[in-house]
């Protein structure tokens, strides 16, 4: 079985996003991202500071035993995606990778699963992405114990959704 690369998750951190005259200027998710970067850490990993990725979150390089991978945190407050891939482009050093990165993606999964500030974790494949943001959970982050207001929370579109989404898996394999 191989790792799957994305997982959907509500994370209980304050809303961190900025917003200034009804735009958002900073993304939230920073702080989840600290967190998780923390995680990999005592996992073994040397991981760099997040880095504001726009629409996309929060990014960050984590190397484990002398393989980079890449994360990304993208909220949906209270919903949150990950994404932990290796960014290798040229088949033999993925496949070179590829033992560090299962290990690692497992220690990962069993981290946050362990850790009381994550829940509902799910894990998906790289064909499959990520969950909608309002399926996280038992009955979606829409219900009462897990009302999201940001980026206009369950009622935004999930047509729309799914559009950016690909959008955005289409231009990180042409980047």
């Not at 995606?81 to 290990?103: C, F, M, Q, S, V």
């Not at 799910?122 to 207001?149: F, K, L, Q, V």
Request: aromatic share 10%; hydrophobic share 40%; glycine share 10%.
């Amino acid at each position: 079985m191989s790792a799957k690369p994305w997982a959907g998750f509500i994370a209980d951190f304050p809303d961190d996003q900025v917003e200034r005259g009804g735009d958002i200027t900073v993304f939230g998710g920073r702080n989840v991202a600290v967190a998780i970067g923390e995680i990999l850490t005592q996992l073994g990993c040397q991981v760099a500071a997040p880095e504001h990725a726009e629409l996309h979150g929060w990014d960050f390089d984590a190397y484990y035993k002398d393989h980079r991978f890449w994360c990304q945190i993208t909220s949906f407050h209270p919903a949150f995606h990950l994404l932990l891939e290796d960014p290798a482009i040229i088949g033999g050093t993925r496949r070179k990778n590829a033992a560090a990165y299962a290990e690692l993606a497992e220690k990962l999964a069993s981290a946050l699963d362990a850790d009381p500030r994550f829940r509902h974790v799910e894990w998906r494949s790289m064909e499959e992405g990520p969950p909608e943001p309002d399926e996280i959970g038992p009955s979606g982050i829409g219900d009462a114990e897990n009302d999201a207001t940001a980026i206009g929370g369950p009622a935004r579109s999930t047509r729309v959704f799914r559009a950016l989404r690909g959008l955005w898996w289409l231009l990180s394999r042409l980047a």
